[in-house]
């Protein structure tokens, strides 16, 4: 496999720059019994990549009028990665917004992802949960 030039910038992909480890996982929402529903990820994939940051972000009026595009991750071509996957490096997890494939070669990927807030996927809950009861709710 030869290198990829890289779009907009003076330099290449090549096999040798993937050198970070990365984990993929599929989320799912799953039902934590009664209005409680739990973020389940699993199909779990490691996988080797180049991992860059995102300049800067633009602001209007104290408000975000794009997708926040915090990270770049490049991974060798898989059908299998969607933006409904998230990744998880160095400790940290990251949303996929949106996925590149090289001018359609399948042999390398663009992962354009955000850093999520939300802290450890695995033990992701969302719902209402407890305390929803004071809202008058339950």
């Given at each position: 496999m030869k290198c990829v030039k890289i779009q907009g910038r003076k330099r290449q992909l090549c096999l040798g720059d993937l050198d970070r480890l990365i984990?993929?996982?599929?989320?799912?929402?799953?039902?934590?019994?009664g209005v409680d529903y739990v973020n389940d990820f699993t199909d779990q994939k490691k996988k080797y990549a180049m991992v860059s940051t995102q300049d800067g972000v633009t602001i209007?009026?104290?408000k975000n009028i794009e997708m926040v595009i915090s990270h770049y991750i490049y991974i060798l071509y898989d059908a299998w990665v969607t933006a409904?996957?998230?990744?998880?490096?160095?400790?940290?997890?990251y949303r996929i917004v949106k996925v590149q494939d090289f001018d359609?070669?399948?042999?390398f990927m663009l992962l354009y992802c955000q850093k999520s807030t939300q802290g450890n996927p695995i033990s992701l809950s969302t719902g209402f949960g407890e305390g929803f009861g004071e809202?008058?709710?339950?």
């Open positions: 984990f993929m996982y599929t989320k799912s929402i799953e039902n934590g019994g209007f009026d104290d409904e996957k998230w990744i998880q490096f160095d400790s940290n997890q359609e070669r399948h042999e809202m008058g709710g339950g």
